[in-house]
């Protein structure tokens, strides 16, 4: 027995659509809860890559998604799709325009994402660009080279039998806005007969017959007052419904006075989140994975905290030794690839993602030294879990956060700074942090 819990997450999404293709399995115990994780005897797996590979090994239905020869590139969309959220979660033009057209070149000529057949790759994507999916309108699809094949590849996945009615309860089923309007009083009619649709006349009334019987009065008058008795149950049932009504508004308005005032709402800004200086100490490439760092960092609390960091292809491991970077720390531990990561290190990177760069802090920076922003005053918030699409840093504050022209960090353009100074990325200008 294999017992599965599940989120509300775009990962725990992404396992669902995969569990929709076992149907019922007696082998499979499925409960809702509050992070991802499949727990298989004394063993439980937290990672959304470790649990997917998981059944699709002890399941045969599931082979089918990840068979050996599709190892590797599978394994490269999961990280694909990591990296490409922030981009989608951003509503400047300049930061999700390059993400969708690399986006959109790449599966041009594809129907499926590895071997032309359906599997984790197609899955796993689907639900991280399902919220900007949806979004679209018929005419981002027709005027725009960045949406057409991505929403071709989109629709084709949605529409799949096996998955189509999960896809549905999910919420991730896009469909096409389409413009608006107007519509004709005969639009209902064929477009061939429209010419040949004309309004009926009203007729003139035939004069009675002779030998035909007088109307009958009595009758008439009979209807008559039927139809004054109800027009007056109807008026009586009216006066009784706008009595209630104002009975209800008194006593809603009663109780608002009672009321306390409300407290007053504390806006979402760079407050929320707690950015520290640290001291890499110690670096060495994950056993278990080509693109990612495991770093030991010391941000002031004593024992220095672990760190997984996706920085291999852009950051050579001499330069991450002895190194004083930005982190932060107010984030929901995560497993990567079997390691647990406390913190994220902050980097300037280009739009097209191809150049990244450690952020610097001011000379002199000692571990610990905290980041600030003038003007954003607040509490921090405990702790964010960055893997929830619509969590407060990637929805609220990332989307800000960038270098000017004199590589400075800022946040709406104030420079993050600390006590010894303003930070600053090494090379890139108009870059975003992530």
Request: glycine share 4%; with cysteine; hydrophobic share 35%.
């Amino acid at each position: 027995m294999f017992q599965l819990t599940l989120a509300s997450d775009t990962d725990s999404k992404v396992i669902k659509l995969i569990v929709s293709l076992l149907g019922d399995n007696k082998q499979l115990s499925i409960t809702p809860g509050n992070s991802l994780s499949l727990a298989e005897g004394n063993k439980a797996h937290t990672e959304v890559v470790s649990i997917a590979s998981r059944l699709c090994e002890l399941f045969n239905e599931l082979s089918p998604l990840a068979g050996p020869d599709m190892k590797k590139e599978i394994l490269g969309f999961f990280d694909y799709a990591a990296t490409l959220s922030p981009s989608l979660a951003s509503n400047e033009a300049k930061i999700l325009r390059p993400a969708l057209a690399k986006l959109n070149k790449q599966i041009e000529p594809v129907v499926f994402l590895v071997n032309n057949r359906l599997s984790l790759a197609d899955l796993v994507l689907f639900c991280h660009i399902s919220s900007a999916v949806k979004k679209w309108t018929l005419e981002d699809i027709q005027s725009s080279d960045i949406h057409s094949n991505i929403f071709r590849w989109y629709d084709n996945i949605q529409h799949l039998i096996p998955i189509r009615d999960t896809i549905y309860d999910l919420d991730l089923f896009a469909i096409i806005k389409l413009p608006s309007i107007v519509i004709s009083e005969q639009a209902n009619a064929p477009s061939d007969q429209l010419s040949s649709i004309t309004v009926p006349q009203s007729q003139p009334s035939k004069p009675p017959q002779k030998g035909s019987p007088e109307p009958q009065m009595v009758k008439k008058d009979q209807g008559a007052s039927k139809k004054e008795e109800q027009a007056a149950k109807k008026e009586e049932h009216a006066a009784k419904k706008e009595e209630q009504a104002a009975k209800r508004e008194e006593q809603a308005a009663k109780r608002k006075k009672n009321q306390p005032p409300p407290k007053p709402v504390e806006e979402v800004g760079f407050a929320k989140v707690d950015f520290r200086v640290g001291h890499i100490t110690h670096c060495v490439k994950h056993p278990d994975a080509d693109s990612l760092y495991m770093e030991q960092i010391d941000v002031g609390e004593g024992k220095p905290r672990n760190v997984i960091s996706g920085l291999v292809k852009f950051v050579p491991l001499a330069e991450m030794q002895d190194r004083m970077v930005i982190v932060m720390l107010n984030i929901k531990p995560s497993v990567m690839r079997g390691e647990t990561s406390q913190a994220m290190v902050m980097c300037a990177s280009n739009y097209e993602h191809s150049i990244v760069e450690l952020l610097i802090p001011p000379e002199g920076s000692v571990p610990g030294d905290r980041v600030f922003v003038d003007g954003e005053e607040g509490s921090v918030e405990p702790m964010i879990n960055l893997k929830n699409d619509n969590n407060t840093f990637k929805s609220k504050i990332q989307p800000h956060l960038s270098t000017n022209d004199e590589l400075q960090a800022t946040y709406k353009g104030k420079p993050l700074h600390t006590d010894k100074g303003i930070i600053i990325a090494r090379t890139l200008k108009n870059a975003h942090l992530s």
